[in-house]
């Protein structure tokens, strides 16, 4: 499975971006999508997952009520729209997929098979 990264870019307090993650290869299915993101000299931070048919979505609790995450199944495509953003939300911000995961391992970035290159968001205030 191969993830394509895009949408990164330069904005400013308060301002929105919309990223986007397109999956090719043998995805399967069902499978988890999601972001994490890593900031420079800080760990992975997991922001956002949702399960393979949008019922289900779970968001890091320093952006619930900020971004929201979907999915175009026709596309294999998920997306993450990131309103209302803050410096801290710098960082590169890198798609998972996983199959087989569980729902208690989505906040962990080692349970996922899948990652892609990352794409930079920078927030300037």
């Known amino acids: 499975v191969q993830l394509q990264a895009s949408g990164g870019g330069s904005v400013q307090a308060g301002g929105s971006l919309r990223l986007s993650c397109a999956a090719s290869g043998r995805t399967g299915s069902r499978f988890y999508m999601g972001w994490f993101r890593q900031a420079p000299g800080k760990e992975r931070e997991f922001v956002a997952a949702i399960n393979w048919n949008s019922r289900h979505t779970y968001y890091g609790d320093s952006v619930k009520g900020r971004f929201t995450i979907s999915r175009d199944n026709a596309k294999i495509t998920v997306y993450l729209q990131m309103n209302s953003l803050k410096p801290k939300d710098t960082a590169v911000y890198y798609c998972?997929?996983?199959?087989?995961?569980?729902?208690?391992?989505?906040?962990?970035?080692?349970?996922?098979?899948?990652w892609g290159q990352g794409t930079l968001v920078t927030v300037s205030s």
């Open positions: 998972v997929a996983d199959s087989t995961i569980m729902v208690s391992s989505l906040y962990t970035p080692s349970a996922y098979d899948y």
